[in-house]
């Protein structure tokens, strides 16, 4: 090898592997120092733009899941509000039930009446009750509503029966003959916007169509009951709900439907008795349980367009859960009138009839409260899959992301010894140059 002094390649090449092992030391240090094998793009392209998109999404995933935490607790307080008004109305068809009863006199009932008054007042103050500024029961919160009429539908009675049909010659679902006597007496009532009214006739040969032709005496009014109710034919379609389906008969056999005559809340009847009583005046029950059994089918409600809560639940546009609250004030739930009155009870057959509209507005108030515990359930399950998805994903990052710490600090003693090798042979290099000088002396 010539000896030259111009170009020390020996100490250049050494200078490259010097400066090599100090990138890799470099590299090495900095994937120790953060614990990831990934710290910018130019350690892995694909890798680094891959991890980063799994990134967005676990971000994006406990933000849902933090949304579908958020939507539970405004869940939880609506259904506290519906919770206390369905105890009200337990304790309010407590009452009812002893203002029915004879031994109370009108100032008993009187009483009574103020209790029942403080009572619904307060089913309005949980009506508005908030969150986060938010009406949730009030109705302001409703899913599309296609304005619907009320229908309360008998299935007690036989299905071959008809409006038409003589009362005495009714029948149970089994057909099973009534027993209703000519000479028995029928009592009717219904309660509309907080009235009651009430007519009774004797049977004779009349039907149930007949009784709809009568007067009934309520708030000091005397009007058809036709002007309130209708019938509809005996068949297994009963009406259209609020989304605008056809509702049926449980279990689509023909029965009896009676509809309000008007649509909307404040069209609607809170209630339909009948009470059939013998020529001493004695109530029949037997034939009562069957005849009296016009449960609430459909729901009257107002038309409103679609202000149903939106729990966003997902990552992805429209991955949400919608929520739908309906109007559990007073009014909606049958129990006051648009102006204010509410149901009354100075009588006992204005308390009888009561208990009917108790009995259907129980029912609204836990229609809505299942409503609201299934979404709650549902959230439960929905968060927790959120939480194992963001696992999973977070877990693919880390596999492409994180560094092998205890490969890494292998790595980088590695390099750190190189590099004071280089170093110390860099060094050797330089000196080597030096022997030209002994040729000089």
Same mark, same amino acid.
Do not use: C, P
């Given at each position: 090898?010539?000896?030259?002094?111009?170009?020390?390649?020996?100490?250049?090449?050494?200078?490259?592997?010097?400066?090599?092992?100090?990138?890799?030391?470099?590299?090495?240090?900095? *994937?120790?120092?953060?614990?990831?094998?990934?710290?910018?793009?130019?350690?892995?392209?694909?890798?680094?733009?891959?991890?980063?998109?799994?990134?967005?999404?676990?971000?994006? /995933?406990?933000?849902?899941?933090?949304?579908?935490?958020?939507?539970?607790?405004?869940?939880?307080?609506?259904?506290?509000?519906?919770?206390?008004?369905?105890?009200? /109305?337990?304790?309010?068809?407590?009452?009812?039930?002893?203002?029915?009863?004879?031994?109370?006199?009108? !100032?008993?009932?009187?009483?009574? $009446?103020?209790? /029942?008054?403080?009572?619904?007042?307060?089913?309005?103050?949980?009506?508005?009750?908030?969150?986060?500024?938010?009406?949730?029961?009030?109705?302001?919160?409703?899913?599309? +509503? &296609?304005?619907?009429?009320?229908?309360?539908?008998?299935?007690?009675?036989?299905?071959?029966?008809?409006?038409?049909?003589?009362?005495?010659?009714?029948?149970?679902?089994?057909?099973?003959?009534?027993?209703?006597?000519?000479?028995?007496?029928?009592?009717?009532?219904?309660?509309?916007?907080?009235?009651?009214?009430?007519?009774?006739?004797?049977? %004779?040969?009349?039907? /149930?169509?007949?009784?709809?032709?009568?007067?009934?005496?309520?708030?000091?009014?005397?009007?058809?009951?036709?002007?309130?109710?209708?019938?509809?034919?005996?068949?297994?379609?009963?009406?259209?709900?609020?989304?605008?389906?056809?509702?049926?008969?449980?279990?689509?056999?023909?029965?009896?439907?009676?509809?309000?005559?008007?649509?909307? +809340?404040?069209?609607?009847?809170?209630?339909?008795?009948?009470?059939?009583?013998?020529?001493?005046?004695?109530?029949? *029950?037997?034939?009562?349980?069957?005849?009296?059994?016009?449960?609430?089918?459909?729901?009257? $409600?107002?038309?409103?367009?679609?202000?149903?809560?939106?729990? $966003?639940?997902?990552?992805?546009?429209? $991955?949400?859960?919608?929520?739908?609250?309906?109007?559990?004030?007073?009014?909606?739930?049958?129990?006051?009138?648009?102006?204010? &009155? &509410?149901?009354?009870?100075?009588?006992?057959?204005?308390?009888?009839?009561?208990?009917?509209?108790?009995?259907?507005?129980?029912?609204?108030?836990?229609?809505?409260?299942?409503?609201? %515990?299934?979404?709650?359930?549902?959230?439960?399950?929905?968060?927790?899959?959120?939480?194992? !998805?963001?696992?999973?994903?977070?877990?693919?990052?880390?596999?492409?992301?994180?560094?092998?710490? !205890?490969?890494?600090?292998?790595?980088?003693?590695?390099?750190?010894?190189?590099?004071?090798?280089?170093?110390?042979?860099?060094?050797?290099?330089?000196?080597?140059?030096?022997?030209?000088?002994?040729?000089?002396?």
């Amino acid at each position: 090898m010539a000896m030259v002094v111009k170009n020390n390649m020996s100490a250049i090449s050494t200078l490259n592997t010097l400066n090599k092992n100090s990138s890799a030391l470099s590299k090495s240090l900095q *994937k120790v120092s953060s614990g990831m094998k990934i710290n910018s793009a130019a350690d892995d392209a694909s890798g680094y733009a891959i991890s980063e998109r799994m990134r967005v999404q676990i971000r994006g /995933l406990d933000q849902s899941n933090q949304n579908t935490q958020n939507g539970t607790s405004m869940m939880k307080v609506a259904e506290g509000a519906v919770s206390s008004t369905v105890d009200i /109305l337990k304790t309010l068809k407590e009452k009812v039930i002893n203002a029915a009863n004879d031994t109370n006199t009108d !100032a008993d009932r009187a009483t009574i $009446q103020k209790e /029942l008054d403080q009572s619904i007042d307060q089913i309005n103050d949980n009506a508005n009750v908030t969150y986060n500024g938010k009406y949730l029961v009030d109705g302001s919160k409703s899913a599309k +509503v &296609t304005q619907t009429t009320t229908a309360m539908t008998n299935e007690s009675l036989n299905s071959t029966t008809a409006w038409t049909t003589a009362l005495t010659n009714l029948t149970d679902r089994n057909g099973n003959k009534l027993n209703i006597n000519s000479t028995y007496s029928i009592s009717v009532s219904f309660v509309h916007e907080g009235t009651t009214y009430t007519t009774t006739t004797q049977i %004779g040969t009349k039907s /149930l169509s007949d009784l709809l032709t009568k007067s009934a005496v309520g708030g000091g009014e005397t009007k058809a009951i036709s002007t309130y109710l209708k019938t509809k034919g005996s068949d297994n379609v009963i009406g259209k709900d609020i989304a605008g389906d056809t509702v049926y008969t449980a279990d689509r056999g023909n029965a009896l439907t009676l509809t309000a005559a008007k649509s909307g +809340v404040s069209g609607q009847i809170s209630g339909v008795t009948f009470s059939v009583m013998n020529t001493q005046g004695a109530e029949q *029950k037997s034939i009562n349980a069957v005849l009296d059994n016009f449960s609430e089918s459909i729901r009257a $409600q107002n038309t409103s367009k679609d202000n149903a809560i939106s729990l $966003q639940v997902g990552t992805k546009a429209n $991955q949400s859960i919608k929520v739908g609250l309906t109007d559990m004030r007073a009014e909606a739930l049958g129990l006051q009138s648009s102006s204010g &009155t &509410t149901i009354q009870i100075g009588t006992q057959k204005q308390a009888n009839a009561a208990i009917n509209v108790l009995d259907n507005a129980v029912q609204k108030a836990l229609d809505q409260q299942t409503t609201i %515990g299934a979404v709650q359930s549902r959230l439960s399950y929905t968060s927790s899959n959120l939480t194992t !998805a963001s696992e999973n994903v977070q877990s693919s990052e880390s596999t492409i992301r994180d560094a092998d710490m !205890a490969k890494e600090m292998t790595e980088y003693t590695k390099n750190n010894v190189l590099l004071q090798a280089a170093q110390s042979m860099l060094a050797q290099a330089n000196q080597s140059s030096s022997s030209v000088l002994s040729l000089l002396q």
